[in-house]
């Protein structure tokens, strides 16, 4: 069992690798995007549907785990209470907090891929910079940092690795 973050800019590549890693794990990918959109598109507004987001998002989590099901964390960590949701997920599930990073180091790619993708409501069209909104956070702690202009199939390879090589760990 594990239970894995993912972090990065809105387009970097965190659903795509998340999606990928489920498929080839078992494990249940959870978007956040999924359940802000929704509650978004019920005509809740910005702040309070993000809010809300988190708090079904990480109650969710917690039932997933307590069945015994892995799980990647399909989100960035750019507030305090995202970090410490994960965390508490770990723990619950008596796993270590794994954290992947994902960038895209091309700015044309980046562009490319958030004014291409087919984007929820609750995502942005244009790259964002994580610092400048109110409250973020530098995540600390160790993390498998991945480049996605790789391939897929290579990113998933070194993920799966990494994975490997923490739940082994005593």
């Not at 799980?71 to 507030?79: I, M, Q």
């Not at 794994?98 to 562009?111: A, G, K, N």
């Not at 087919?118 to 993390?143: K, N």
Request: charged share 20%; with cysteine.
């Amino acid at each position: 069992m594990f239970v894995l973050q993912m972090h990065g800019a809105p387009g970097s590549g965190k659903s795509t690798l998340a999606r990928a890693i489920g498929a080839r794990t078992g494990a249940l990918a959870l978007d956040k995007d999924v359940i802000k959109a929704a509650l978004l598109d019920s005509g809740i507004d910005e702040r309070a549907a993000a809010a809300g987001a988190y708090e079904a998002y990480f109650a969710l989590a917690e039932s997933i785990v307590a069945q015994g099901v892995s799980l990647v964390l399909d989100n960035p960590v750019y507030w305090p209470r995202v970090e410490a949701g994960w965390h508490a997920i770990s723990r619950a599930a008596g796993v270590p907090p794994l954290l992947i990073e994902c960038v895209c180091p091309d700015r044309d790619e980046l562009r490319r891929r958030l004014a291409t993708r087919e984007a929820r409501s609750s995502q942005p069209r244009e790259p964002i910079d994580a610092s400048a909104l109110s409250g973020t956070i530098a995540v600390g702690g160790a993390r498998l940092t991945l480049d996605t202009t790789r391939p897929l199939a290579d990113l998933v390879a070194d993920a799966l690795a990494y994975i490997r090589a923490a739940v082994a760990a005593p």
